[in-house]
């Protein structure tokens, strides 16, 4: 069961930081400039369609850091055997830029989506909206990634549990250090 969990733990990690990137980029002072809206302003049925908390900043920083973890992934993999024992799957034929690069695009992805249906159900920005808050990443990163890899069955439904108990768990980390409002 550990090796199930450290599998999902470290095949999910470039979508789960790439998240989180995407929120750290807006607290970032030379960064916060460019935040211009994926949305474009534009509205549906009288509602903007994503609102403001997604720019196109927290898709390049998603992206970025997808890619950058996935690198570092295959890097540990090609250099530590004991890595190579714990994680099911070949990363040294993978490629971290295509496969970084989905994760981390489909954890914001699902974010968006999410947030139309937010939007559209008159849920605040920054308001919870439970269990959708801690499942959209999740979702959208394993989504986009069966464009490139697909895994057993029993490794999407351990790394689903894992990664959906690990949001509130980086929320209320967040809050302790002052960059989230709520703690859940």
């Known amino acids: 069961m550990f090796e199930s969990i450290f599998f999902s733990l470290w095949f ?7 998240n989180l990137a995407a929120f750290l980029a807006g607290k970032i002072g030379i960064l916060k400039k460019f935040n211009y809206p994926v949305d474009c302003h534009k509205k549906f049925k009288g509602k903007r369609i994503l609102g403001n908390h997604k720019t196109f900043r927290g898709f390049a920083a998603a992206i970025v850091i997808g890619i950058l973890i996935c690198a570092i992934q295959v890097w540990f993999y090609e250099t530590f055997s004991g890595i190579r024992q714990l994680v099911p799957l070949d990363y040294s034929s993978l490629d971290p830029v295509f496969l970084g690069a989905l994760l981390g695009f489909g954890a ?6 999410k947030s ?3 939007r559209q159900n008159n849920v605040l920005p920054g308001e ?3 269990p959708f808050d801690q499942v959209d990443y999740i979702v959208g990163g394993v989504a986009f990634s069966l464009l490139y890899i697909q895994l057993p069955f029993a490794d999407y439904i351990i790394l689903f549990i894992v990664w959906f108990l690990m949001h509130p768990l980086m929320t209320f980390i967040g809050y302790l250090f002052k960059l989230r409002k709520k703690p859940l």
């Open 108 to 113: 914001l992805f699902g974010d968006a989506v």
């Open 116 to 118: 139309f249906f937010k």
């Open 12 to 18: 999910f990690a470039p979508s789960g930081l790439a």
């Open 128 to 130: 919870s909206w439970f």
